[in-house]
């Protein structure tokens, strides 16, 4: 799993530049990452690596680094 790709999602869901994304970025550094843009990221990581998560893994999502450790355990 590439984490530049992750990066560029995010950056193409948000509008933003992937430079501006780090494993530690979360929902409230930028306004335009609410629910609707989490939604949109779910479904294209799901898209991009082949998976389907499950709604319970969903809802411990915090920041761009449980984004990542959520599609290596699915990815096992």
């Known amino acids: 799993m590439k984490l530049d790709k992750i990066f560029e999602i ?7 530049n992937k430079d501006n994304f780090n494993l530690d970025t979360k929902p409230s550094d930028f306004d ?7 939604v949109n990221i779910i479904i ?10 499950k709604l ?10 449980d984004f ?8 096992k």
């Open 10 to 16: 995010f950056g193409d869901i948000l509008d933003l």
């Open 32 to 38: 335009e990452w609410d629910s609707v843009a989490t």
């Open 44 to 53: 294209a990581l799901e898209d991009e690596f082949g998976v389907k998560f």
């Open 56 to 65: 319970e893994d969903i809802q411990q999502l915090k920041k761009i680094k």
């Open 68 to 75: 990542v450790e959520l599609l290596e355990r699915y990815q």
